[in-house]
């Protein structure tokens, strides 16, 4: 069960490194695992440290016997080996998959000395020590084999115990031999595994002798000296007058970045208030125009005030009932105790006076025709 979901996960992965422009469809991306706590402690012990194995005879397991599953007490012996300079995911993926080959297997990863690997292969950046305990360190690796042999012989197989070799199926040319492997694939003992694509201890130093300038130069700002690094007196300065070139063109940009934000919240901010202000000025002009336009309110106010004011000045009128002035009464004559007809008739009264309405009787009309 094991095996077949790491093997699900491991193409999965591949998948999606050779999708197009690193994208990933939903129906490729590995499912969700389960959390759990492998309890792995200690790093994987060194052949050359373990006990000697007991003294039954050693024979080998088959192909059909190692994938039906064998006893507990007897895995599947699988052995990998390699430089594994600069260990790297690619180096851990295929001990992975050498440790899943089968439902039970005790992986033995051999690694090849600074001699061997300086004579058939080329300079390490780490040396043989460092490699071990690199190796030591996989989770996968169930035993580490120091100074292995750079082709395997019957009688290493035979020391160790081994079941079957796993390493890509690629024709690994060196030695003299255009494979190293093919006696053990001649003697079915081969387990092919896949290669993982993009990343070899060769891509890494390729990426450091591209960039040189870069490292060294992070390496000198870092503490190191131009002597631990191999750098001339005249590069020392250059690399620290192009650091100091980049930190001037990092600080400009910066404030370019931060010049542009502060102009863009300062557009955001104006066109905020100039909407504010083209709202508060449609609703200044509705109230004006409701106020002050020719229905507005100011405009019923005064004709509301003119009303009242005229009404106050003006007098009140009669009631529609009461008698006009040629429909009254005539007043009352009367005569004075003193006015006789012996008396002579009183002065006219100027034109004036009856214009004023004092009344004539008609007896003083009688006495002066008299």
Known sequence: MEAHSSSRLLLARKRRREGSNGETEEGERPGKVPRCTVGLKHPAPFADELEPADDKPYQRVSMDEAKRGTQPERPVRVYADGIFDVFHSGHARALMQ?????????????????????????????????????????????????????????????????????????PYSSAGSDDVYKHIKEAGMFAPTQRTEGISTSDIITRIVRDYDVYVRRNLQRGYTAKELNVSFINEK?????????????????????????????EEKSIDLIQKWEEKSREFIGNFLQMFGPEGALKHMLKEGKGRMLQAISPRQSPDSSPTREERSPSPTFRLPFFTKTSPPPSPLPHHSAARGYPISEDDGEDDED
């Open 238 to 266: 250059k690399y620290h007058l192009q650091e100091r070139v980049d930190k001037v063109k990092r600080k400009v940009r910066d404030v370019e970045e931060k010049s542009k934000e502060f102009v863009q919240k300062v």
């Open 98 to 170: 050498a440790k899943c080959l089968f439902p039970n297997t005790h992986l033995i990863v051999g690694v090849c000395s600074d001699d061997l690997t300086h004579k058939y292969k080329g300079f390490t950046v780490m040396n043989e020590d460092e490699r071990y305990d690199a190796v030591s360190h996989c989770r996968y690796v169930d035993e580490v084999v120091r100074n292995a042999p750079w082709t395997l012989t019957p009688e290493f197989l035979a020391k160790h115990r081994i079941d079957f070799v796993a390493h890509d199926d690629i």
